[in-house]
């Protein structure tokens, strides 16, 4: 299997023998700080690539749709973008990440078992209001801060 590592999996493995190619992002190559897992990313035949504008593009577009796009940092949006746009299979824990990844059929395996068990439709709502918005912060008719609010659900069997 080919995969793209996100943080938590660099973080989270020990085994990455089952994998035939790894890659991932230079921003998930930054976030990785302590010792222990720096020498375990130093004997491995890692590949680090970045993902066309384009893809990241789509990504952002297809993030909004199912209303992750507040949750995903720019890291991870590379890392949905690079496994699209390669074919590969992501392996992370972020629930964000998998939602967009299952909704949209990019490959992702966990790298623990924290799996997403439904697909989750998300819009930003102002409880004042009572008006949805998409990929809004403040209200635009009060100015209220806008809450994050399940709009629908489809369990994955």
Known sequence: MKVVLDTNAVIFLN??????EIFTVPEVMDEIKDRNTSMKLSGMNIK?????????KEIKKMSSETGDSGKLS???????????????????NDFNIQNVAQKFGI??????????????????YCENCEKFYDDQLHCSRCGGDLIRKRV?????S
């Open 15 to 20: 085994d990455f023998r089952n994998f035939e």
């Open 152 to 156: 629908s659900n489809i369990s994955l």
């Open 107 to 124: 490959n992702y395996v966990s790298a623990t078992d924290k799996k997403i068990k439904k697909v989750v439709i998300w819009r930003s």
């Open 74 to 92: 720019q890291t991870d949006v590379k890392i949905l973008a690079l496994a699209k746009e390669k074919n590969l299979t992501i392996v992370s």
């Open 48 to 56: 680090t690539r970045e993902p066309d504008e384009k893809s990241v």
